[in-house]
């Protein structure tokens, strides 16, 4: 691995795999080599260049090589545009792609390709405090095809049941009394409001981690009385 500086980063990998037995009457090859170098170059205006050539020696020898261009556009949106060529086949690919990270915020995915495989594809997706939910179309030659598909969890705590996106870490459900839409915060950060109930269900707790939960005084009515203000909770694995 190069580090050129202004020149790019080259980088350059052998591998050779042997297996221990070869099945008999296949005529697969005991022994492959595979030779890769890849190089990258950060150009202006947020463009990557990425150059990646593979020599491959089994059974048979074959070659191939891509080339390509991505572009960052903001904090969540990327762009990608490449070529590649594998023997006597060649395949151009585009795509445009959106992050859907936060609460309220919509993701995409456009692809197309031409060459060996004529493809288009295309994703929106929608995510929330609830879950998230995605439409998805693809066509690949002359078959299409389309689904729809949504994530989330159910959790029953203090006698109420809450719609939450999948939970993969620890929880936690804070409450404010009779009061709702009192602003709650993670570790000095935004985590959403109490609801009418005065409850809030937070998630991707960091399991076995102290982690400071506290509520917004500017937020409370003006004659509330708090006990507390914030606290320390440790929750476990899910």
Known sequence: NFDLNSIGNFRLTAIRQTKQRRAVG?????????????????????????????????E???NSI???????FGARTNGQLNV?????????NA???????????????????????????GLVAYRDDWGRV????????KHAA?????SGSLLLADGHVFASRRLDNGFALVRTGKVGNVGIEQENRPAGKSG????????????????RISIDPKSLPDMAVVRKLSAMVIVPAL
Do not use: C, M, W
């Open 26 to 58: 296949t005529g697969e090859a005991r022994r492959s080599d595979i030779v890769t170098a890849s190089y990258r170059k950060s150009l202006k205006g947020g463009i990557n260049l990425f150059v990646d050539a593979t020599h491959q020696r089994a």
């Open 66 to 72: 891509l080339f390509g261009l991505s572009a960052q």
């Open 146 to 150: 389309a689904r729809v598909g949504a």
């Open 196 to 211: 009418g109930t005065g409850r809030k269900l937070l998630t991707d707790f960091p399991a076995y981690v102290p982690t």
């Open 84 to 92: 590649s060529r594998q023997g006597k086949q060649t395949q151009l």
């Open 95 to 121: 795509g445009l792609y959106r992050l859907d990270a936060l609460p309220g915020e919509v993701g995409y995915a456009v692809t197309g390709g031409t060459g060996t495989i004529d493809q288009a594809s």
């Open 134 to 141: 995605e439409a998805h179309a693809e066509l690949v030659g």
């Open 60 to 62: 048979r020898r074959s």
